[in-house]
């Protein structure tokens, strides 16, 4: 089994920056370090992919809509992924969700475990 723990999440301006932290824990995920995602969910709207990275972080996949702004990377001797997002806009406010994959991927229904969320705000 796989514990995924999000954190970071707050309010923040248009045109600011967070940093979400996912901690990842459990025998799976100490012997096979996963592949990664992260996911965000807006109100009333459909959950959608942000970006995925590879078990060693050499490769790294972005959503159109966050590329140049969002990085992801990966500490495997910590067990935790983070998401970077900087020049936020209000579009960015939704319920961020960091999961864990047998295989990079960007589709959320290859993820088998998945955190309980972090809330994002970004105000006009």
């Known amino acids: 089994q796989v514990q995924l723990a999000e954190s970071g999440g707050g309010l923040v301006q248009a045109g600011g920056s967070l940093k979400l932290s996912c901690a990842a824990s459990?025998?799976?995920?100490?012997?096979?370090?996963?592949?990664m995602g992260w996911f965000r969910q807006a109100q009333g709207k459909e959950r959608e992919f942000v970006a995925s990275i590879s078990r060693s972080g050499g490769n790294t996949y972005y959503a159109d809509s966050v590329l140049g702004r969002f990085t992801i990377s990966r500490d495997n001797a910590k067990n935790t992924v983070s998401l970077q997002m900087n020049s936020l806009k209000p579009e960015d406010t939704a319920v961020y969700y960091c999961a864990a994959a047998w295989t990079q991927s960007q589709v959320d229904y290859e993820y088998r475990y998945w955190g309980q969320g972090t809330q994002v705000t970004v105000s006009s």
């Open positions: 459990g025998r799976t995920f100490s012997s096979y370090p996963m592949p």
